[in-house]
């Protein structure tokens, strides 16, 4: 029988003991837990974003995590904390929690972009020093504290790996993806606190040595539900029985693999090439760059080096971002109610930066507490978000500058550079939402600049700021092009692309609304002084934003089912045609019978299979040019999040588009690249 953490728990607050380990290298603090269980409640302060907490670096068993974790954070974030019940059954005495100082703050949806290295080795530890000297020779500790996030260290619970460690693994991926999840005690609601506290989904990556390895092929791999969450694995000396397949698409680095699990991953990522680099094989697929096996066979391991090439070889060029269905392909019954416990989460192209500088030379600057836009504050009487008084003084203070290093140091020539206007969703991070849009990797590969701002308090007077804020950024940087200036947002920061474009749309040569919160009053008219505008809006089939809303110019789901009906919604449709009336265009009579999905055939229809996995369907409407001014795009099965292709798709849309700066004429070129 296994022996759970939580008598242990008990045990500390029954007699009063200390918890062994704390918050912190340097300091130790003892937590009361009520309710038998490891929880905390500090009183709700309302937090400013910012992007990285304050923490210390710690290392801790996960014992001593499950009672450092909810004090942690109800003492950071305010409210009750608990560590997840789903954890109740989690085997004792095998897990060790490295987090890095500094994490990604859970003041935002930026902890997604926590780094999460799982490792799974059979080498037994005497003590928690023993464990903690084991990373440190493996030089994780410095990666980790590179990268900010945590390192999970797991030992199997009896002499080898086994099914029961399986079990183990679904418990932890389902509390450590649980960000921001609620459970109930009693009358009283909870935080759990490991998404927080040392958890991520974005980043997951697992390390397997030795039996780990073999572990990793023959129980984490089969299951569609674990390895469609892994971003990356690297895998050492480890074997796997014939009758097992890898059950999905994972990039992976093989270090003395077995002929049987080679195979086995090279038949999940469909690899149809090879080559090498010196003494590292490369197989890969060569429609699908992500899909990529490497190999190395050597006689003599070095585990620190074999993992820093499988790290920054592979893993940091990989994420998942994890948008899908609540609940979808979840293997087990007990915790479907978590957050973030679906699967697939969607394999993308990373754009890894580290103090603020990707490898591919864009430079990342974040600007705090600035005055530069205090003309624009919010006046006593204003209506914000959802009908909600907004935040009377408020204005835009905090931004992130993401530029190419040529324009930063002023070698591109004047006025060649495009640019974006960058819009976050409501509770995001603007730069998480650069990376899991997919933007952070176009703007490497296209060389464009983009500005991001927290902007939410500003939500609805968006008109007048968001135009200044493109003016300084031209001002700013000479090299950017004042008549390739785009503006892309999703859900809230979807929204306010419409409310800059109503502002003044002379700076802008495309727009992209990515499933718009529109809260829009009917009789709200689109101020653009008599400019066409071109104009693509995006949604999804689970996105109640755009799909399926009921009500007006507002996207209010049914709540009997928030996917009713099976079309886009009245904002949707009213906004189509306002830009369609903007661009001289003919409205649009809605026929949901004859045109399912969009209500309208349009000038243009294309299909395309996103990344291997979701169709995406576009409409055009064409002026009296034949230039496709108003666009619709819908994708399959996608619910209201993030997606790597989304920024892929307004890209492709907005760069045929420049705006002549003096006669204020759009320009559409179909042969730009």
């Known amino acids: 029988m296994l022996k759970s953490i939580w008598n242990g728990c008990r045990r500390h607050f029954c007699n009063g003991e200390k918890p062994k380990g704390g918050l912190s290298m340097k300091k130790k603090k003892l937590f009361g837990i009520t309710l038998a269980l490891a929880l905390y409640t500090m009183s709700a302060t309302a937090f400013a974003q910012v992007q990285f907490s304050s923490n210390e670096s710690s290392f801790e068993t996960f014992e001593e995590a499950c009672v450092n974790g909810p004090a942690a954070m109800a003492e950071e974030l305010g ?70 996030g945590s390192i999970i260290l797991v030992n199997p619970i009896g002499e080898s790996f086994s099914k029961a460690d399986a079990r183990a693994y679904y418990l932890m991926q389902a509390a450590s993806c649980n960000l921001g999840g609620k459970t109930t005690i009693g009358e009283e609601s909870f935080t759990c606190a490991e998404g927080a506290y040392y958890g991520g989904t974005t980043y997951r990556y697992v390390i397997g040595i030795g039996d780990g390895a073999t572990f990793i092929n023959n129980y984490i791999a089969p299951t569609f539900d674990d390895i469609t969450r892994v971003a990356g694995m690297i895998l050492i000396d480890g074997k796997m029985d014939r009758i097992h397949d890898v059950a999905g698409v994972v990039p992976v680095y093989m270090v003395n693999p077995s002929e049987t699990a080679l195979k086995k991953y090279q038949e999940a990522n469909d690899t149809n090439r090879q080559g090498y680099i010196k003494d590292v094989d490369v197989y890969f697929n060569q429609d699908m760059e992500l899909q990529k096996v490497l190999v190395k066979n050597t006689e003599t391991v070095d585990l620190a080096s074999e993992i820093n090439y499988g790290y920054y070889n592979l893993l940091i060029k990989n994420m998942r971002v994890p948008v899908v269905l609540a609940g979808l392909h979840s293997y087990s019954h007990d915790y479907t109610d978590r957050n973030w416990d679906s699967a697939p989460y969607s394999l993308g192209k990373r ?85 899991e849009m997919g933007l952070m990797t176009l703007a490497g590969e296209e060389r464009f600049a983009m500005i991001a701002p927290i902007h939410g308090a500003m939500f609805t007077v968006g008109f007048d700021v968001l135009p200044a804020v493109v003016e300084y950024f031209l001002d700013k940087y000479p090299s950017l092009d004042p008549s390739r200036v785009y503006v892309t947002g999703y859900s809230m920061g979807g929204g306010a692309t419409l409310h800059a474009i109503n502002g003044n749309a002379k700076y802008f040569a495309a727009a992209c609304p990515n499933a718009a919160a529109i809260f829009n009053t009917e009789d709200e008219v689109v101020n653009t002084d008599d400019l066409d505008l071109p104009i693509l809006f995006t949604t999804a089939t689970y996105d109640f934003c755009g799909y399926g809303g009921i009500s007006g110019h507002a ?43 969009s209500g309208f055939r349009g000038d243009e229809y294309t299909e395309t299979l996103l990344n291997n996995e979701y169709m995406s369907r576009t409409w055009y409407k064409y002026n009296e040019n034949d230039v496709p001014m108003v666009g619709l795009n819908i994708t399959d099965y996608l619910p209201h999040g993030l997606y790597q292709e989304f920024g892929r798709i307004c890209w492709d849309y907005a760069k045929h588009f420049s705006r002549d700066l003096e006669t204020g004429e759009v320009i559409y070129n179909p042969y730009v690249k």
């Open 351 to 435: 754009n890894a930066f580290f103090n603020y500088e990707t490898e591919d030379g864009l430079i990342i600057e974040e600007f705090v507490g600035q005055d530069t836009f205090q003309d624009y504050t919010i006046k006593e009487g204003t209506i914000g978000l959802f009908g909600r008084p907004a935040e009377v003084g408020a204005y835009i203070d905090t931004w992130y500058e993401v530029v190419p290093e040529e324009v930063k140091n002023g070698t591109a020539p004047e006025h060649t550079v495009p640019m974006w206007l960058a819009l976050h969703g409501g509770g995001d991070d603007p730069l998480q939402f650069l990376d």
């Open 555 to 597: 996207a209010v789901p049914n709540p009997e089912d928030p996917y009713d009906p099976e079309h886009i919604n009245t904002s949707y449709q009213n906004r189509i045609n306002d830009y369609l009336t903007l661009n001289g265009i003919d409205t649009v009579e809605y026929d949901f019978v004859n045109y399912p999905m």
């Open 79 to 148: 409210g009750a904390y608990i560590s997840d019940p789903c954890l109740e059954e989690y085997p004792a005495e095998t897990t060790y929690i490295y987090r890095s100082s500094a994490r990604w703050s859970a003041t935002s949806a930026g902890y997604r972009k926590n780094t999460i290295l799982q490792v799974y080795t059979d080498e037994k530890f005497e003590s928690k020093e023993a464990a903690q000297g084991y990373l440190e020779s493996l030089g994780l500790i410095d990666i980790i504290e590179e990268a900010k």
